[in-house]
């Protein structure tokens, strides 16, 4: 592939990123924001994908395939299903009004441009604009963990905040090197694990959500 | 000798998944006891080398030089204390049926698993590797503050896991950059860019924008774990909610690994970027959080809670003696971790035992500790006027030579601000001890029987806690010494 077309489908798969995750910051549901960050998990692999085939770098490959294996499908698969077993409440209830999330998100991606801006000097010719996506990416994902109680999107929101990470890590030097970026996936797989069993556990053992649990101040 | 890094962390994992098996308590305890001592041999051994050679690296992975030495050193000395406390306390909580006995494997394991990433977090070398096993330290401990299943204990489980989580993203977006800055230096991608000894060796090559904004993110994702504030809000709720013996663990060790994430970007920071840049940061976010600390800590009335948010006022004089700087503010800092680290555990074991005492974690209930138990209440009044900042205790004396660093920084706003907290919280502390310890205890109150393990275990860290104060012994100043040179790059 030659470059210049990856760099304009990288730009274009970043639009569409951005997208995704404005779709998980507006969903009054919680299984469209699931849907939404999925779906933003195969657009992260496919521009490994296509760095990967642009470069010849087979770590690129591999890890579009761990990303595409782990958390567009087993990791959104795993929120489903704790979904089901304990029939939570689907609907989103914000801290923060949505629209005024989207007012802050709106803000975050002017401020990432602005800061990939003072980063030029690392930034990879072909990425185009992955930089300024990617940290908007993460940011985004961070404004939803602490704009919303309800664990399951707090969990969405880490992975759209992980997803970020990876992005960014491919603007600005091909990805980490690919035995960490495997450690990160494992640690995130674990971590969700860790989270679904709490959230289990909450509903088993004091039979709330942990949106419920506000008992610890001062 | 590089084997040595790769055992020293496979020691705890290997005795964890035995435990699994284990199906008698004084087994548990057998084989946590052999962990803690096999583990104190070997950081014994690497210590001696580093000592002797400078560094000790294993392919790129590992490494360990002063400043890991430090840091080991106090995991396995509380990793010990920890494993001897933890006899005595478990068989009180099984007899009083807070903890089931089919649940002992899963409890021990943990702590294993616990101990062995914060080991693998402090001998990393490769910086991708710290933030893995940092990550892991969260995922472990997590589970431990959840332990109980309470309301409590879950609430506090997930307040952690979500923020401390929330806050290492940045750790690790911040390591991203620093590699970043790293790979472009070196014209590409190659093999070390991830590793902090061939960062530290080439950071006046790197760009310093990138660093400032890379050690940005970092002191917000690392500080978060570390309990600097504004980012501490889960701090007080996971260590207090965490069962005792865990308790030690988070305020005394791994609060300090994440102060070893940021040590080691600061030291790259200094090289890109100069000493101010990351000095003044650390030195803003150490005041905040002694600030922020202080009311918290008068008008508490949880003995848990207490002790968390003073672990927030002592991160932030750790942070203080960084940003100062220079080599006394650094020694300052490293001794600081060393004597807050031992000290803290002390207390925590000491609160461990009020709890079961007296059923409850309200100070106002709390009424002469020093009748009901004789020993944990005078390991109390040791601990509290040391966390206090009594001469001739261990945290005094770093305490005072933060100050000295401070006031030959020219740094009087910052001092002033830092000696005036000092002083409230002292009055405070010492408050809330004497209310504890002096007094007639409740009929209701659960007197004598101070389990040996117990006092074993306090004694041990009180004696360290003593010693500390009176002399820095001259073994461990050369660790100190040569640490600080290490983080300030000379």
């Given at each position: 592939?030659?470059?210049?077309?990856?760099?304009?489908?990288?730009?274009?798969?970043?639009?569409?990123?951005?997208?995704?995750?404005?779709?998980?910051?507006?969903?009054g549901?919680?299984?469209?924001?699931?849907?939404?960050?999925?779906?933003?998990?195969?657009?992260?692999?496919?521009?490994?994908?296509?760095?990967?085939?642009?470069?010849?770098?087979?770590?690129?490959?591999?890890?579009a395939?761990i990303?595409?294996?782990?958390?567009?499908?087993?990791?959104?698969?795993?929120?489903?299903?704790?979904?089901?077993?304990?029939?939570?409440?689907?609907?989103?209830?914000?801290?923060?009004?949505?629209?005024?999330?989207?007012?802050?998100?709106?803000?975050?991606?002017?401020?990432?441009?602005?800061?990939?801006?003072?980063?030029?000097?690392v930034?990879?010719?072909?990425?185009?604009?992955?930089?300024?996506?990617?940290i908007?990416?993460?940011?985004?994902g961070?404004?939803?963990?602490?704009?919303?109680?309800e664990?399951?999107?707090?969990?969405?929101?880490?992975?759209a905040?992980?997803?970020?990470?990876f992005?960014?890590?491919m603007?600005?030097?091909?990805?980490?090197?690919?035995?960490?970026?495997?450690?990160?996936?494992?640690?995130?797989?674990?971590?969700?694990?860790?989270?679904?069993?709490?959230?289990?556990?909450?509903?088993?053992s004091?039979?709330?959500?942990i949106?419920?649990?506000?008992?610890?101040?001062? | 000798?590089?084997?040595?890094?790769?055992?020293?962390?496979?020691?705890?994992?290997?005795?964890g998944?035995?435990?699994?098996?284990?199906?008698?308590?004084?087994?548990?305890?057998?084989?946590?006891?052999?962990?803690?001592s096999?583990?104190?041999?070997l950081?014994?051994?690497?210590?001696?080398?580093?000592?002797r050679?400078?560094?000790?690296?294993?392919?790129?992975?590992?490494?360990?030089?002063?400043?890991t030495?430090?840091?080991?050193?106090?995991?396995?000395?509380?990793?010990l204390?920890?494993?001897?406390?933890?006899?005595?306390?478990?068989?009180?909580?099984?007899?009083?049926?807070?903890?089931?006995?089919?649940?002992?494997?899963?409890y021990?394991?943990?702590?294993?698993?616990?101990?062995?990433?914060?080991?693998?977090?402090v001998?990393?070398?490769?910086?991708?590797?710290?933030?893995?096993?940092?990550?892991?330290?969260?995922?472990?401990?997590?589970?431990?503050?959840?332990?109980?299943?309470?309301?409590?204990?879950?609430?506090?489980?997930?307040?952690?896991?979500?923020?401390?989580?929330?806050?290492?993203s940045?750790g690790?977006?911040?390591?991203?950059?620093?590699?970043?800055?790293?790979?472009?230096?070196l014209?590409?991608?190659?093999?070390?860019?991830?590793?902090?000894?061939?960062?530290?060796?080439?950071?006046?090559?790197?760009?310093?924008?990138?660093?400032?904004?890379?050690?940005?993110?970092?002191?917000?994702?690392?500080g978060?774990?570390?309990?600097?504030?504004?980012?501490?809000?889960w701090?007080?709720?996971?260590?207090?909610?965490?069962?005792?013996?865990?308790?030690?663990?988070?305020?005394?060790?791994?609060?300090?690994?994440?102060?070893?994430?940021?040590?080691?970007?600061?030291t790259?920071?200094?090289g890109?970027?100069?000493p101010?840049?990351?000095?003044?940061?650390?030195?803003?976010?150490?005041?905040?959080s002694?600030?922020?600390?202080?009311?918290?800590?008068?008008?508490?009335?949880?003995l848990?809670?207490?002790?968390g948010?003073?672990?927030?006022?002592?991160?932030?004089i750790?942070?203080?003696?960084?940003?100062?700087?220079?080599?006394v503010?650094?020694?300052?800092?490293?001794?600081?971790?060393?004597?807050?680290?031992?000290?803290?555990?002390?207390?925590?074991f000491?609160?461990?035992?009020?709890?079961?005492?007296?059923?409850?974690?309200?100070?106002?209930?709390?009424?002469?500790?020093?009748?009901?138990?004789?020993?944990?209440?005078?390991?109390?009044?040791?601990?509290?006027?040391?966390?206090?900042?009594?001469?001739?205790?261990?945290?005094f004396?770093?305490?005072l030579?933060?100050?000295?660093?401070?006031?030959?920084?020219?740094?009087?706003?910052?001092?002033?601000?830092?000696?005036?907290?000092?002083?409230?919280?002292?009055?405070?502390?010492?408050?809330?001890?004497?209310?504890?310890?002096?007094?007639?205890?409740?009929?209701?109150?659960?007197?004598?029987?101070?389990?040996?393990s117990?006092?074993?275990?306090?004694?041990?860290?009180?004696?360290?806690?003593?010693?500390?104060?009176?002399?820095?012994?001259?073994?461990?100043?050369?660790?100190?010494?040569?640490?600080?040179?290490?983080?300030?790059?000379?």
């Amino acid at each position: 592939m030659s470059p210049e077309l990856a760099t304009r489908l990288i730009d274009a798969l970043g639009a569409l990123l951005l997208f995704t995750m404005i779709l998980i910051l507006a969903a009054g549901q919680l299984y469209r924001a699931i849907y939404a960050v999925a779906a933003q998990s195969v657009l992260i692999a496919l521009a490994g994908a296509v760095l990967g085939a642009t470069t010849h770098n087979l770590d690129l490959w591999i890890v579009a395939g761990i990303t595409l294996l782990v958390k567009a499908i087993a990791l959104p698969w795993l929120l489903l299903r704790v979904i089901r077993r304990v029939g939570i409440r689907r609907e989103i209830e914000p801290v923060v009004p949505i629209t005024a999330t989207l007012a802050i998100a709106g803000g975050i991606v002017v401020l990432a441009f602005h800061l990939s801006s003072s980063l030029g000097a690392v930034r990879q010719a072909i990425t185009g604009n992955a930089l300024p996506v990617g940290i908007a990416l993460t940011l985004m994902g961070v404004l939803v963990m602490m704009s919303r109680r309800e664990a399951l999107t707090q969990m969405v929101g880490l992975f759209a905040s992980e997803n970020g990470i990876f992005f960014t890590a491919m603007a600005v030097s091909q990805g980490m090197p690919l035995i960490i970026e495997i450690g990160v996936v494992l640690d995130v797989i674990l971590g969700a694990l860790v989270m679904g069993v709490m959230v289990l556990r909450v509903r088993s053992s004091v039979d709330a959500d942990i949106a419920e649990l506000d008992r610890l101040r001062g | 000798m590089t084997t040595l890094l790769w055992i020293l962390p496979l020691v705890p994992v290997a005795f964890g998944l035995a435990m699994l098996g284990v199906r008698d308590r004084r087994l548990f305890h057998a084989l946590d006891l052999a962990s803690a001592s096999a583990t104190g041999v070997l950081v014994v051994i690497v210590a001696r080398t580093v000592m002797r050679d400078g560094s000790l690296r294993a392919a790129g992975v590992f490494a360990a030089d002063a400043v890991t030495v430090v840091f080991l050193g106090l995991i396995a000395l509380l990793g010990l204390a920890t494993a001897i406390y933890t006899i005595g306390w478990m068989r009180r909580e099984v007899a009083g049926g807070d903890i089931e006995e089919r649940r002992l494997p899963a409890y021990f394991a943990l702590v294993q698993a616990f101990l062995a990433t914060m080991l693998v977090t402090v001998l990393a070398d490769n910086l991708g590797v710290l933030w893995i096993a940092m990550e892991g330290t969260t995922i472990t401990s997590a589970l431990l503050v959840g332990f109980r299943r309470d309301r409590y204990g879950l609430e506090a489980a997930w307040k952690y896991i979500i923020v401390t989580t929330i806050g290492i993203s940045f750790g690790l977006f911040g390591t991203v950059l620093v590699y970043a800055a790293t790979a472009h230096a070196l014209g590409g991608a190659a093999a070390g860019a991830m590793n902090f000894t061939t960062i530290a060796a080439m950071a006046h090559r790197l760009d310093p924008g990138i660093v400032r904004i890379g050690f940005i993110f970092v002191i917000v994702g690392y500080g978060t774990k570390a309990g600097l504030a504004p980012m501490h809000m889960w701090l007080p709720d996971a260590h207090s909610q965490a069962p005792s013996p865990v308790s030690a663990l988070l305020s005394g060790a791994l609060i300090k690994c994440a102060l070893f994430g940021i040590i080691r970007f600061h030291t790259i920071a200094r090289g890109a970027c100069g000493p101010a840049f990351s000095g003044r940061l650390l030195l803003l976010f150490g005041l905040v959080s002694v600030v922020v600390a202080t009311p918290f800590i008068l008008t508490q009335r949880d003995l848990k809670r207490l002790l968390g948010y003073h672990s927030v006022e002592h991160v932030g004089i750790v942070a203080l003696g960084l940003g100062i700087g220079g080599p006394v503010g650094t020694y300052a800092a490293f001794l600081h971790i060393l004597n807050h680290g031992v000290t803290k555990a002390l207390v925590f074991f000491v609160a461990g035992d009020a709890l079961g005492r007296y059923g409850s974690r309200d100070m106002g209930r709390i009424r002469g500790f020093l009748r009901a138990a004789p020993f944990a209440g005078t390991f109390l009044m040791l601990g509290a006027f040391s966390l206090a900042g009594m001469p001739p205790f261990s945290i005094f004396v770093s305490e005072l030579l933060v100050l000295r660093a401070g006031i030959a920084a020219g740094r009087y706003v910052t001092i002033a601000i830092f000696l005036a907290m000092v002083v409230v919280i002292f009055a405070g502390l010492i408050h809330h001890a004497g209310k504890m310890a002096f007094g007639e205890p409740d009929e209701a109150v659960r007197r004598g029987g101070e389990a040996l393990s117990g006092v074993l275990a306090m004694g041990l860290l009180a004696a360290v806690m003593l010693l500390l104060g009176l002399t820095v012994p001259p073994g461990l100043d050369r660790i100190l010494t040569r640490a600080t040179e290490v983080t300030l790059g000379s």
